[in-house]
């Protein structure tokens, strides 16, 4: 096996217990990208050199008997609006072409304090808003990865580096995570810092990250959490034995409430198929929840606060530049002025109470589960598809999870959604990898049997409201 198809764990275990220099292993990514990228466009900056140089000094620090992190010698790719005090960092937009930042992000500080190698900036959309970037889909060139993080999500699709970081302000992890078939992770909004990240809606940005298994966001991820005196929203808590608890087994079967949302009206065809056979697939383990009337304006609200504070955010911006900005920015901007106080004051209020109103069915179910995205990666290049599936819990700032689970019936990844309650971030990662083990990955919704495939038991109907 070529050492880039490694998953990020195991290439983190090799590494430290000497049976691969990070030197190869940055190696045998460089050789990939030089194979893929120039279909894939994953990467807006990459200093091979200074990827190596890296790795050298990796290596010589473990060859020295020092202490080494949970990600020595791993090479990472950091989506392009986190600041990097040794590589430009350009937001997707020719306004700031050529910016390079005094100091590292939080989370690249904290990457590289746990011996990560910083492999480049991966493409993002423009502001980490609609407008594509030039990334295509690894499955297939012609389609979509996904935004915003289209760039970081393609990278690990397409082996070019076992893990990446994105950003999520509406569905910028898991959207894209589904259509490039890798795991996504976005954890509960404040849980990782977002300091020297471009700032768009302080209620809604959360960081996020990719990889190709469970075990290594949460790996990735139980290095980036903890509190960071400039971000308002960090606290000051223990961290969450976010690894420990994703590989360990559950203490009894995890049940799964099956959530189509107020969004479900814009699942495609194959997603409805597919998840009708996952849920014929899980049996007892799983229940259809339906969420309760409370719940139909979220949708609304989530973009009333998006573009109130991205409005805010990026006033200069658009004050000095607006002709340089694409015509979906500037009409997000725009409407944003426009917004009501008392409609923007009711939106964030509701995050609280709808929080509440989920109570019950985490009470009784481990994880809900729903679409990562309305289908397949869309055809074309000119959109990154419909994040109206991460929309609710990104509003909500529950901690998500998409992993490949399914395919299309043109082979096409499918993602399967698991989002926990608001700092269950560690028992959301444990029970997604227990679906991931329960039932296989990569499997095709019917024709070939697809998600059915499980246990024949009939499917618990079931159905509640919270209010």
Known sequence: MSLCALSLSEAAADIRE?????ADLVGACLERVEEVDSKVHAWTFLDRDHARQQAEAADLHRKQGKALGPLHGVPVGIKDIFDTADMPTELGSPLWAGRTPRRDAAVVARLRAAGAVIMGKTVTTEYAYRQPGKTTNPHDAGRTPGGSSSGSA?????HMVPGAVGSQTNGSVIRPAAFCGVVGFKPTHGLIPRRGVLLLSRTLDHVGVFARTVADVALVAETLVGFDEEDPDTRAVARPPLAAVAASEPPLPPRLAFVRSPAWEHAE???????????????EAVAEVELG??????????????EVEMAHNLHRDYEK????????????????RGHAAVDYAAAVAGIPLLNGALDPVFDEFDAIVTPAAPGEAPHGLETTGDPIFCTLWTYLGTPAVTVPLLRSAAGMPLGVQLVGRRDGDARLLRTARWLVTTLGSG???????GAAAGRGDSPHTRKRKPS
Not at 18 to 22: A, E, Q
Not at 269 to 283: H, I, Q
Not at 321 to 333: M, N, P, Q
């Open 293 to 306: 009337a409370s719940f139909a304006r979220a949708v609304e609200m989530h973009r009333t606060i998006m």
């Open 269 to 283: 065809p194959a997603t409805r198929e597919a998840f009708a056979e996952l849920v014929e697939a899980l049996g």
């Open 154 to 158: 393609a990278a690990v699709a397409a």
């Open 18 to 22: 000497g049976r691969i220099s990070s």
């Open 321 to 336: 530049g607006g002709d340089r900005l694409s015509a979906v920015l500037r009409k997000l901007i725009e409407r944003g």
């Open 443 to 449: 499997r095709r919704h019917r024709g070939q049997k």
